[in-house]
């Protein structure tokens, strides 16, 4: 004799109302009971697929930092190192993913990367799909797009070696040691989009410079420094971000580009002093350079100034001398005399070379120009040092008032 109970069951919202026996309950029942734990699998599933997505698109508070690192040269192949020992060592938990933009494979920022297995992207075509908390940006020398910029949760910190707004620019090292100056150092500093060098300070630390130092030695010290401010900077980042400091109006320079124009010796202009930070500003890169009979002559292996026992007071800025007892070419300049131990003219010759073959008395005989003896400023195409001073200003105030 059928059994019939009541039984009041909800099933997807609905109320089901039936009267059935007590086999047909217990198979009602596992159905729903299995039909019940196959959905709460599917949803368990689904939400940790979503809770999986945030997790990984949602940006973090604190470090370690997924970042993309903007660079080129070996000024810039310094911070990456730091970046790329942080993000293997373990304990320091200041970098958890690290890729590569750079322009070509000759950069040596791109070298270092293939060498040690970090993503690249070559420059313009960045791909952005991962995620990444905060970019860097170091001697790159590009302007980046502001839809770059807003990609990173925290922004684009720059390291810059000068104190900003002092050499905004893509040569601030060379331009501190042409000006003679006797205090530099390293701003972090958060970019902007469509200028270089003016957005927000995070961090700037001061370095004297040193007597004599050369671009070359000057820039392989502060490529030290700004690597351990910025990972100083990273690893108080929310902090350094809310204490960020706008860029005062007052003192802003511009550092231009060095130029095959700037080697070029105006003879009557420069001094002995403004010659010399010349040579250990560029003349590593670019070699000095003056006008003999007619012909370029690339001035090398400068020694400085020099002191004349015997100085010729007639001698006019340009003019030429050869001293044996120290085998050095010597000219005159504004305020002194400044000396040579090499010179290339068609080839490369010691400063006795070029007495023998060009200043000596039996050569000078045969010679038709009263001027044999000069070394000649080539005006066209040489740069003068007050337009080293005022144009770039001038450049720099017009881009401010923009």
């Avoid at 990173?152 to 893509?170: A, D, E, K, Q």
């Avoid at 961090?203 to 030290?224: I, S």
């Avoid at 070419?329 to 290339?344: A, E, H, I, M, Q």
């Amino acid at each position: 004799m059928w059994n019939l109970n009541y039984l009041k069951v909800i099933n997807h919202g609905r109320l089901l109302s039936q009267g059935l026996c007590r086999k047909c309950i217990g198979r009602w029942i596992s159905t729903c009971l299995r039909q019940s734990h196959v959905r709460h699998r599917r949803d368990a599933f689904l939400l940790n697929r979503r809770t999986s997505f945030v997790s990984q698109t949602q940006p973090v508070s604190k470090p370690p930092w997924r970042i993309l690192f903007f660079g080129s040269d070996d000024f810039a192949v310094e911070s990456l190192k730091m970046l790329h020992a942080s993000r293997d060592d373990t304990k320091a938990e200041v970098i958890d993913s690290l890729e590569v933009v750079t322009l070509s494979s000759d950069a040596p920022v791109w070298k270092y990367a293939e060498q040690h297995k970090l993503p690249i992207h070559q420059w313009p075509d960045v791909n952005l799909s991962a995620q990444f908390d905060v970019g860097v940006v170091v001697s790159f020398g590009c302007l980046l797009k502001e839809s770059i910029i807003n990609k990173m949760p925290y922004g684009i910190l720059n390291v810059h070696p000068s104190l900003l707004p002092r050499w905004r620019g893509p040569a601030p090292i060379f331009h501190t040691v042409l000006h003679g100056d006797c205090v530099t150092g390293v701003t972090i500093m958060q970019i902007r989009p469509k200028r270089f060098d003016v957005g927000p300070i995070l961090q700037q630390e001061l370095y004297e410079v040193p007597k004599n130092c050369t671009a070359d030695e000057l820039g392989a010290t502060l490529a030290f420094v700004g690597a351990r401010m910025l990972m100083d900077t990273l690893r108080h980042l929310p902090e350094r971000i809310a204490n960020r400091k706008e860029q005062p109006k007052e003192g802003a320079t511009f550092a231009p580009k060095i130029s095959s124009r700037m080697a070029w010796v105006t003879w009557e202009e420069y001094s002995c002093d403004y010659i010399d930070r010349l040579c250990r500003a560029i003349g590593s890169r670019i070699p000095l350079k003056t006008i003999w009979m007619g012909n370029p002559i690339k001035l090398l292996d400068f020694v400085g100034k020099w002191s004349m026992p015997f100085p010729d007071l007639s001698a006019v800025p340009g003019s030429v001398c050869y001293q044996k007892e120290s085998n050095t070419l010597l000219v005159r300049c504004k305020d002194g005399w400044v000396g040579f131990k090499t010179v290339n003219f068609k080839k490369r010759l010691s400063a006795a070379d070029f007495f023998n073959g060009y200043l000596h008395q039996s050569v000078l005989k045969k010679s038709p120009s009263p001027n044999t003896c000069l070394f000649h400023s080539n005006k066209e195409r040489c740069q003068s040092p007050g337009g080293l001073d005022s144009r770039p200003n001038m450049l720099l105030q017009k881009k401010t008032s923009l």
